[in-house]
């Protein structure tokens, strides 16, 4: 029975994932702005609303992307990233590191908490640009 697999075994979401991936990485979707939509994807790559779903939930799972409820979904500044990507040692005069599960970036609960407060303050910080944009034009 066919499974939707290409023949190297990998499923349609992970090659859309890939090609966003490298279209991000290239600089086609800048940090900060919005990937197209979902029902752009699906007729781009010609698969359903939850292949696209799956693949850009990948993008999310690696840190590349922020989904915004309502609003899309956006690419992360690549800075905040690696920030979020550095181990936080409960020693601060430990620099080896202890080695264990929670050194390793999104096992720690410290790490995922302060991803999920960065989510919401660039959240916040997208409204209010988008406010003094509207502001601006309305002056210009």
């Known amino acids: 029975m066919y499974d939707g697999r290409a023949p190297d075994g990998r499923h349609p979401y992970q090659r859309i994932a890939d090609v966003l ?4 990485e290239a600089g086609k979707y800048a940090p900060g702005t919005a990937l ?11 698969v359903s609303r939850m292949t696209v779903r799956s693949a850009v939930h990948t993008l999310h799972q690696e840190g590349l992307v922020r989904p ?3 609003k899309g979904v956006f690419v992360r500044r690549l800075d905040d ?9 409960s020693d601060p005069g430990d620099t080896a590191g202890s080695g264990s599960e929670t050194d390793q970036p999104g096992n ?3 790490i ?3 991803d999920a407060l960065n989510e ?12 003094l944009d509207a502001i601006e034009q309305r002056l210009t």
């Open 36 to 46: 197209p939509s979902t029902r752009d994807l699906e007729k781009r790559f010609g």
């Open 21 to 24: 991936r490298l279209e991000i």
């Open 108 to 110: 720690d609960p410290v």
């Open 81 to 89: 990233q690696a920030v979020l990507d550095t181990p936080i040692r």
């Open 120 to 131: 919401r303050v660039e959240g916040g910080l997208g409204i209010v640009l988008e406010r």
């Open 112 to 114: 995922s908490r302060l």
């Open 68 to 70: 915004q409820h309502g």
